[in-house]
């Protein structure tokens, strides 16, 4: 404890709550005055899951990213922490220190409080010598209180191989408020004939090679500068650990205690890499990661998980795991193929009634409307690791946002690395509409064949649009009366410089689910 002064405990909530996890003697013996073999704050810094009175602001120190523990070895090292009103960082409000550990590879997870509502401020990190450079984050608007507007970007899928992240350089000029980040934030495979750039990493199967995927994908310049200028809020999907992967179930049927301590080290390395509260911290290959954020009397986000609870794909018997496209599969149809567990649908309906707010948001990892496809015979047919393999769990969702009159209700997504905007009901062949949709390309992966899913369009007349020709991402303006939806398209996601633009513009009138095209 004498690491740190009196006014510093006070000051510091961060700082408090941390020794109270970490143990006194773990911060009075951490090295106070660190040297580093070099600058430690190569994977640059982030903030994210905004309140009215608190943000999470994160790092990770790693001298040599790529290296066994970061270069950081085995001691624990006090980290240095302060928001500011001004970007000079000369109208310090909050400071403290905290006792960065090898058990979370000397990540950095501090819970700011007692900020003020609606308002941007600035920070940093310091160790030893060593300084980050400062970043800028943002508190939401106060319970009770209607802003005029906010505005945010939400992107999903962006496989290092596959592109660079001009998405992420054009959100800087965008004015957001805060950026939603819907999974696949890393993918765990590596391509064989990489287009883009080139890495020589194993597949990422335990802790070390999932630190070793964040440190690589957060050495990425215009990645880290996107989570230096805004608040994230963060989902995954299946590539935090393995494709199409199922709770406990893997697509390959690896046994099962192999499968869950491969989960344990990835949601670990998730929770090292993103900027979340203590609350979400792991146990073994547990880790509760759906929460809300509400953004005062203006939109509510529900985060959801759909992987860690999720029943097995159906009707693969005597296949291998994972998703198929598959004809006469009534076991889709099964309420108790759930989605989310049971907890997470009870936590969601028990929320969803208590909405107050104008725009009720659904942060969730896939395309939820129903994608009637036909296999090669010809058959009408569904992917399984969709929502179409959960078509009774995606119905009570539905029907509980009808039957409560959840307020303006959006459902946004990814995953399918193309642009769709849809109209969601609970019976796809019926009136009414219930909720607006919107899923966002990827950042980087390779999109789904064009003509193929286009072909599938005159089936599905609740699509309203789809692209998968594209990389990019989705701005949304959210106002009280009017949510404007932008799909952002790049010109070449090979180059970090490339131009992008606007390929369509849709409007949802507040009181009048489905979008209209602007
Ligand atoms: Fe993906």
Redesign the pocket.
């Known amino acids: 404890m004498s690491t740190l002064s009196r006014r510093q405990l006070l000051s510091g909530a961060g700082a408090l709550a941390t020794l109270a996890w970490s143990g006194h003697s773990l911060a009075a013996c951490a090295r106070a005055r660190p040297r580093f073999s070099d600058h430690p704050f190569k994977l640059g810094v982030a903030s994210g899951d905004p309140r009215a009175d608190s943000v999470v602001l994160w790092t990770r120190l790693a001298p040599d990213p790529l290296a066994r523990e970061g270069g950081m070895g085995a001691d624990p090292v006090t980290v240095g922490w302060e928001v500011a009103t001004d970007e000079r960082m000369q109208h310090v409000v909050q400071k403290g220190t905290v006792a960065a550990t090898a058990d979370l590879a000397h990540s950095v997870h501090v819970e700011v409080q007692g900020l003020e509502p609606a308002r941007w401020y600035w920070y940093r990190f310091y160790s030893g010598d060593e300084m980050s450079s400062v970043a800028r984050t943002r508190t939401a608007p106060g319970p009770g209180t209607q802003p005029e507007r906010l505005r945010f970007a939400f992107a999903?899928?962006q496989h290092w191989e596959f592109g660079r992240y001009a998405a992420y350089h054009h959100m800087l000029a965008d004015e957001l408020d805060l950026v939603v980040h819907l999974g696949?934030y890393i993918y765990e495979t590596s391509a064989r004939n990489p287009p883009v750039r080139r890495h020589d990493l194993p597949e990422a199967t335990d802790l070390e090679g999932y630190r070793r995927r964040y440190a690589l994908y957060k050495s990425d310049a215009d990645l880290q500068a996107a989570h230096a200028a805004h608040p994230w809020i963060v989902t995954w999907?299946d590539?935090e650990v393995s494709n199409d992967y199922a709770s406990d179930r893997s697509e390959r049927r690896d046994a099962l205690q192999d499968f869950l301590r491969r989960r344990a080290g990835a949601y670990q390395a998730y929770y090292e890499h993103m900027p979340l509260r203590r609350s979400t911290l792991p146990h073994g290959p547990d880790m509760r990661l759906y929460r809300d954020v509400s953004w005062g009397g203006l939109a509510d986000f529900f985060v959801l998980d759909g992987r860690q609870y999720r029943a097995v794909q159906p009707c693969g018997e005597g296949r291998r795991g994972g998703g198929q496209l598959v004809a006469n599969c009534a076991k889709r149809l099964d309420p108790a193929q759930t989605r989310l567990g049971a907890a997470q649908e009870r936590w969601l309906f028990d929320g969803l009634g208590r909405v107050r707010s104008r725009w009720t948001v659904l942060a969730q990892q896939q395309l939820m409307a129903q994608l009637r496809q036909r296999n090669r015979a010809g058959a009408e047919a569904y992917w399984t690791d969709g929502w179409d393999g959960y078509a009774a769990a995606r119905q009570r969702v539905l029907a509980e946002i009808r039957d409560r009159r959840v307020p303006n209700p959006v459902v946004i997504g990814g995953?399918i690395?193309s642009f769709w905007v849809t109209d969601l009901k609970v019976d796809f062949d019926a009136a009414p509409v219930v909720a607006t949709e919107f899923v966002g390309t990827?950042i980087s992966?390779p999109g789904v064949p064009y003509e193929t899913f286009a072909r599938a369009l005159p089936d599905n007349p609740h699509v309203r649009f789809f692209d998968s020709r594209p990389r990019g991402y989705v701005r949304c303006t959210v106002t009280p009366e009017r949510w404007l939806t932008e799909l952002r398209a790049l010109d070449n996601p090979a180059d970090p410089r490339s131009a992008i633009g606007t390929l369509a513009s849709f409007v949802v009138e507040s009181g009048r689910p489905g979008a209209q095209r602007a």
Do not use: G, R
């Open positions: 999903s899928c696949d999907d590539h995953d690395h990827s992966s």
